[in-house]
T-cell receptor
Framework: ETGVTQSPTHLIKTRGQQVTLRCSSQSGHNTVSWYQQALGQGPQFIFQ???????GRGNFPPRFSGLQFPNYSSELNVNALELDDSALYLC?????????FGSGTRLTVV | GQQLNQSPQSMFIQEGEDVSMNCTSSSIFNTWLWYKQDPGEGPVLLIALYKAGELTSNGRLTAQFGITRKDSFLNISASIPSDVGIYFC?????????????FGKGTKLSVKP
């Protein structure tokens, strides 16, 4: 059974650019959620995808968008990057009551 | 964004000591989860609680789901150096269209050998 894998592990972008982060869900899990974790904080819910549709969204602006593919993998896209977008971005896949997190992508916006 | 009230923020303890941390919320949850996060890694699930009043153990770890459904605690007995890390509580209301987790700010645990 493979776990949740995220790519890339680290990324540096310039303010105003766009970024795409990727996540492969754990085998058997059909739901993917994305979280933003700023330094010294707990993860904050961005949005969740189930069967390729957005299934819930936290308090994040529309420039945060996502996709889920038929194989349940997912992408997080962030447009018009701001300095405050610098954070660890975590993907979690779930099936039933089981949540599994990936190791995250560390995004630095300069 | 919404975060749970988790305390203490940090703890410095001697190896072998017991540890206790707790989490409170103004909202009720039907699921409480406790995670541990090591530097550069994602959170790893330690214990999941699904019923008010439930007391669950996982080795040296014990967690309880508060009767009011607004709080939970985690105890670690006989701490060892590898217990070092950041511990997060998370509440969830599973069911319906959303199953997102609301996290606390974390408790940073340091263990002196």
């Amino acid at each position: 059974e493979t776990g949740v894998t995220q790519s890339p592990t680290h990324l540096i972008k310039t303010r105003g650019q766009q970024v795409t982060l990727r996540c492969s869900s754990q085998s058997g899990h059909n739901t993917v959620s994305w979280y933003q974790q700023a330094l010294g904080q707990g993860p904050q819910f961005i949005f969740q995808y189930y069967r390729e549709e957005e299934n819930g969204r936290g308090n994040f602006p529309p420039r945060f968008s996502g996709l889920q593919f038929p194989n349940y993998s997912s992408e997080l896209n962030v447009n018009a990057l701001e300095l405050d977008d610098s954070a660890l971005y975590l993907c979690a896949s779930s099936g039933g009551l089981s949540y599994t997190f990936g190791s995250g992508t560390r995004l630095t916006v300069v | 964004g919404q975060q749970l009230n988790q305390s203490p923020q940090s703890m410095f303890i001697q190896e072998g000591e017991d540890v206790s941390m707790n989490c409170t919320s103004s909202s009720i949850f039907n699921t409480w989860l406790w995670y541990k996060q090591d530097p550069g890694e994602g959170p790893v699930l330690l214990i999941a609680l699904y019923k008010a009043g439930e007391l669950t153990s996982n080795g040296r770890l014990t967690a309880q789901f508060g009767i009011t459904r607004k709080d939970s605690f985690l105890n670690i007995s006989a701490s060892i150096p590898s217990d070092v890390g950041i511990y997060f509580c998370a509440g969830m209301n599973y069911g319906g269209s959303q199953g997102n987790l609301i996290f606390g700010k974390g408790t940073k645990l340091s263990v002196k050998p």
